[in-house]
């Protein structure tokens, strides 16, 4: 959550929320939707090494074909699968769960700042998977267009 992604405001409001105890998130949705971000993390770091392979070695055979193979795998498959998991499954659920979280202290102010401040991260998560998108697409029309 730090680093400038989410004000600081909205940024205590969560950490104080996740320190009670009342704050139990069940492990599936997130072990299934971790599972797909770190696959699609380790097929982005081999899909790099064989580009900079290419690079080093231009005159390889089959270059293009190996490039647009593993381009297919990690944005069109592995990237669009992580990010329909988010859209209908992860987010929807994670976004139930913290814009409904009630404050440990029952209080409705405190409450109502915890949800709204949830709703802004979830916000721009939609906004960054979106951003991730925009750039898979691009880079598989630049490798079908070698």
């Given amino acids: 959550?730090?680093?400038?992604?989410?004000?600081?405001?909205?940024?205590?409001r969560i950490r104080?929320?996740?320190?009670?105890?009342?704050?139990s998130i069940g492990?599936?949705?997130?072990?299934g939707?971790?599972?797909?971000?770190?696959?699609?993390v380790r097929e982005s770091q081999r899909l790099d090494a064989l580009v900079q392979s290419q690079l080093r070695n231009p005159k390889q055979p089959d270059a293009a074909a190996k490039l647009q193979q593993a381009s297919d795998y990690v944005i069109g498959f592995n990237l669009k699968g992580l990010h329909r998991i988010e859209?209908?499954?992860?987010?929807?659920?994670?976004?139930?769960?913290?814009?409904?979280?009630?404050?440990?202290?029952?209080?409705t102010q405190q409450q109502e700042?915890?949800?709204?401040?949830?709703?802004?991260?979830?916000?721009?998560?939609?906004?960054?998977?979106?951003?991730?998108s925009n750039l898979g697409n691009s880079i598989a029309k630049k490798v079908e267009r070698l």
């Avoid at 959550?1 to 205590?12: L, N, P, Q, R, T």
């Avoid at 492990?27 to 072990?31: A, L, M, S």
């Avoid at 859209?87 to 209080?107: I, N, Q, Y």
């Avoid at 700042?113 to 991730?132: I, N, S």
């Fill in 87 to 107: 859209e209908h499954t992860f987010f929807p659920w994670v976004k139930k769960k913290l814009t409904t979280a009630r404050h440990p202290s029952g209080d």
């Fill in 113 to 132: 700042q915890l949800r709204e401040a949830y709703g802004h991260v979830m916000e721009r998560l939609e906004e960054r998977r979106r951003e991730v």
């Fill in 33 to 40: 939707w971790r599972w797909h971000t770190l696959s699609l």
């Fill in 16 to 23: 104080t929320f996740l320190a009670s105890p009342k704050a």
């Fill in 1 to 12: 959550v730090s680093g400038g992604f989410v004000s600081d405001w909205a940024e205590d």
């Fill in 27 to 31: 492990n599936f949705h997130i072990q």
